[in-house]
């Protein structure tokens, strides 16, 4: 099955600072999504982003379907942005997706 | 957006009980899905579920230790049977909703075998 590689594993920052979170995928999708895990395990919608550039607040994707990847950029980081930050991604219509192992966030005040 | 509505949120049960949790989605949709998210791990499928036909299952996940329903196309159900506590994880269910069929999320089902 297609593989998909989250980097890093674990950042720790200080409130206020930016991040860039990668995900790399081995083969051609039809969509690509972005969720953060909030600590009581439910999953938060980002970004549906199969390709181009999307902003939400301080929150931005940007995935190049080409070269397989794509960027979450979280800016001006908040203590409630800590948590576990998933990529996915289905390589048909409809079909399951396939998840990343994930970045651990932790945002210190 | 979409509205999936998963219960319970969490429990803790005995080992070699069964726990049923109940997936409902504000809308109708063909395909369903369940995953597990084990302590401090991604989430893996356990099961794709088709209304009117039987549920899919990944490798190393069996109907008898999982079993499935999906009586309509807004409802599903998932069964963790005679668990023990290697099922304590974070069960989820998942459906795509819209044109654009992103992906959405129950608010998962934490359990706890003891």
């Known amino acids: 099955g297609i593989q998909v590689e989250q980097s890093p594993p674990d950042l720790i920052l200080q409130e206020g600072a930016n991040s860039t979170l990668r995900c790399n995928f081995s083969?051609?999708?039809?969509?690509l999504q972005w969720f953060h895990q909030n600590p009581w395990g439910q999953l938060i919608n980002l970004f549906y982003?199969?390709?181009g550039t999307k902003q939400n607040g301080r929150l931005s994707a940007t995935t190049v379907a080409t070269e397989r990847y794509s960027l979450l950029y979280i800016s001006s980081s908040q203590t409630t942005d800590s948590g576990v930050y998933f990529c996915?991604?289905?390589?048909?219509?409809?079909?399951?997706?396939?998840f990343g192992r994930g970045t651990q966030l932790t945002v210190w005040p | 957006s979409a509205v999936i509505s998963q219960k319970p949120s969490r429990d803790i049960c005995q080992r070699g009980t069964s726990l049923t949790i109940q997936c409902q989605v504000d809308?109708?949709?063909?395909?369903m899905f369940w995953y597990r998210q084990q302590p401090g791990q991604s989430l893996t499928l356990i099961a794709t579920?088709?209304?009117?036909?039987?549920?899919?299952?990944e490798s190393g996940f069996v109907i008898d230790k999982f079993p499935i329903s999906r009586p309509n196309l807004t409802f599903s159900t998932l069964t963790v049977s005679n668990m023990s506590p290697e099922d304590s994880s974070i069960y989820l269910c998942?459906?795509?909703?819209?044109?654009?069929?992103?992906?959405?999320f129950g608010q998962g089902t934490r359990l706890t075998v003891v």
């Open positions: 809308s109708q949709v063909t395909m």
């Open positions: 083969d051609s999708v039809n969509n």
């Open positions: 996915a991604v289905r390589i048909r219509t409809l079909g399951r997706l396939y």
């Open positions: 982003i199969p390709s």
């Open positions: 579920a088709n209304q009117g036909s039987e549920a899919t299952y």
């Open positions: 998942s459906a795509p909703r819209g044109q654009g069929t992103e992906a959405f």
